[in-house]
């Protein structure tokens, strides 16, 4: 099983970025996606989740309106599109997935680094 993220990288405030994790080793259209992140001396938040078939997104209010979560499910591939970032943004962020029949099936990626710097 594996979840690799990419994307990430060094943007100005107000700048954009686009997140993908690719999945293999697990049927990924049965697994609800979601990314999380982690800032430095911080808890790992989530930051937005989609469903199985991509019927239901969510988002934590701070992103809302800023961030789009997406998936193709004939990719194996969950996306993150960032707008408008913030320097408060800057952390690691993860993809996780979780079978839609079990919450105990979870699987983590490694990360990719997010900077938001003048």
């Known amino acids: 099983v594996q979840l690799v993220e990419s994307g990430g990288g060094l943007v100005q405030p107000g700048g954009s970025l686009r997140l993908s994790c690719a999945a293999s080793?697990?049927?990924?259209?049965?697994?609800?996606m979601s990314w999380y992140r982690q800032a430095p001396g911080k808890e790992r938040e989530l930051v937005a989740s989609i469903t199985i078939a991509g019927g239901s997104t969510d988002y934590v209010d701070s992103v809302k309106g800023r961030f789009t979560i997406s998936r193709d499910n004939a990719k194996n591939t969950v996306y993150l599109q960032m707008n408008i970032l913030k320097p408060e943004e800057t952390a690691v962020y993860y993809c996780r997935a979780q079978a839609a029949w079990g919450p105990a099936y979870v699987y983590w990626g490694q990360g990719t680094q997010v900077t938001v710097s003048p």
């Open positions: 080793g697990f049927t990924f259209s049965r697994y609800h």
